[in-house]
């Protein structure tokens, strides 16, 4: 474990989850938090939950309080996601592309779509798979815009008040594992990351 702390990433990553604690319980936290949620869920490769855990980590006290600002700030990005599927289809298709290597995500999305509908958006909502890729999608595959929403609320509630839950609830618990154990815990949130980019790839 010494040797994993003496990476310079893992140094950059400690200084950023300090970082993020020390502002956490200011308005501009939860500002950011709501600005990173909004992007993510129509541009930003990165998802909120790294805000998310890192301030209710700080404060479990307000954990439900950010839950909610990250759904709101998911599902405000989700409608400009779905807008610009539905009124720049090019523009939303080189984007969804940009995140598979193989160029015809489009394509795939388009028989997931058909097979699964709701809850193929409801498991992006939840899941580590990229969730902008689906919100660009239901626009220019012209997905009905409620149902859309509906799936899109359910999965992004479920997912971040679940977060959000453990640290209302367990807070005072969890709070020396993830000191302990920080440099590990980003191995895995990482590899959980490439994995949702890797599972686009391999809808069909």
Same mark, same amino acid.
């Given at each position: 474990?010494?040797?994993?702390?003496?990476?310079?990433?893992?140094?950059?990553?400690?200084?950023?989850?300090?970082? =993020? %604690?020390?502002?956490?319980?200011?308005?501009?936290?939860?500002?950011?938090?709501?600005?990173?949620?909004?992007? %993510?869920?129509?541009?930003?490769?990165?998802?909120? #939950?790294?805000?998310?855990?890192?301030? /209710?980590?700080?404060?479990?006290?307000?954990? *439900?309080?950010?839950?909610?600002?990250? !759904?709101? @700030?998911?599902?405000?990005?989700?409608?400009?996601?779905?807008?610009?599927?539905?009124?720049? /289809?090019? =523009? /939303? %298709?080189?984007?969804?592309?940009?995140? #598979?290597?193989?160029?015809?995500? =489009?394509?795939?999305? #388009?028989?997931?779509?058909? %097979?699964?509908?709701? @809850?193929?958006?409801?498991?992006?909502?939840? !899941?580590?798979i990229p969730f902008k890729v689906f919100t660009i999608a239901s626009g220019i595959f012209e997905y009905p815009f409620w149902l859309f929403m509906t799936a899109s609320l359910i999965g992004r509630s479920f997912? *971040?008040?679940? =977060?959000?839950?453990?640290?209302?609830?367990? @807070?005072?618990?969890?709070?020396?594992?993830?000191?302990?154990?920080?440099?590990?815990?980003?191995?895995?949130?990482?590899?959980?990351?490439?994995?949702?980019?890797? /599972?686009?790839?391999?809808?069909?």
């Open positions: 474990m010494a040797g994993l702390k003496d990476f310079i990433l893992f140094k950059w990553l400690k200084q950023l989850k300090d970082w =993020v %604690e020390s502002f956490s319980e200011k308005p501009n936290g939860e500002r950011a938090l709501f600005i990173f949620s909004f992007i %993510e869920a129509s541009f930003f490769p990165i998802p909120p #939950d790294v805000l998310l855990i890192a301030m /209710g980590f700080s404060v479990p006290k307000k954990a *439900f309080r950010f839950a909610l600002i990250c !759904t709101a @700030g998911s599902l405000a990005g989700a409608v400009l996601g779905y807008s610009i599927g539905m009124y720049f /289809g090019d =523009v /939303g %298709e080189s984007m969804i592309n940009f995140f #598979d290597p193989s160029k015809n995500a =489009v394509d795939k999305i #388009d028989g997931w779509f058909i %097979e699964y509908g709701f @809850g193929g958006i409801l498991l992006a909502a939840i !899941t580590p997912r *971040f008040f679940l =977060v959000s839950a453990l640290f209302y609830f367990f @807070g005072k618990q969890i709070k020396p594992f993830i000191d302990k154990n920080f440099e590990i815990l980003a191995i895995l949130f990482s590899i959980l990351l490439v994995a949702g980019f890797i /599972g686009l790839r391999y809808l069909h």
